[in-house]
Nanobody, 124 residues
Framework: QVQLVESGRGLVQAGGSLRLSCAASGRTFSNYAMAWFRQAPGKEREFVAAISWSGDRTNYATSVKGRFTISRNNADRNMVYLQMNNLKPEDTAVYYC????????????????WGKGTLVTVSS
């Protein structure tokens, strides 16, 4: 059974930092991209960042570029991280880890497996 489990939820002040982790298990994820999405209250789930299986290619949403960094554990490619710096109140959302075959999902299309999400709250 495939599982994606996020961790690192928290409450931070604007300007602060937080790191999320995602552990994938249950199958071989070779050649799968890993991604982060988020869903703010009252809004649709949106793409945040993605990283290739090898870790050498990434893709970011414009709203987080330069502030967030996605990375993959070289020793265990089933572990993915999202380093979030200079957080803003508008970053408040439930953050989801996802796995699929594309670095450039259109909406949620292209993602196959999903975690249950972890809440990030940024206070002003």
């Amino acid at each position: 059974q495939v599982q994606l489990v996020e961790s690192g939820r928290g409450l931070v002040q604007a300007g602060g930092s937080l790191r999320l982790s995602c552990a994938a298990s249950g199958r071989t994820f070779s050649n799968y991209a890993m991604a982060w999405f988020r869903q703010a209250p009252g809004k649709e789930r949106e793409f945040v960042a993605a990283i290739s299986w090898s870790g050498d290619r990434t893709n970011y949403a414009t709203s987080v570029k330069g502030r967030f960094t996605i990375s993959r554990n070289n020793a265990d490619r089933n572990m993915v991280y999202l380093q979030m710096n200079n957080l803003k109140p508008e970053d408040t959302a439930v953050y989801y880890c996802a796995c699929g075959k594309t670095l450039f999902p259109i909406g949620e299309v292209g993602m196959i497996y999903w975690g249950k999400g972890t809440l990030v709250t940024v206070s002003s």
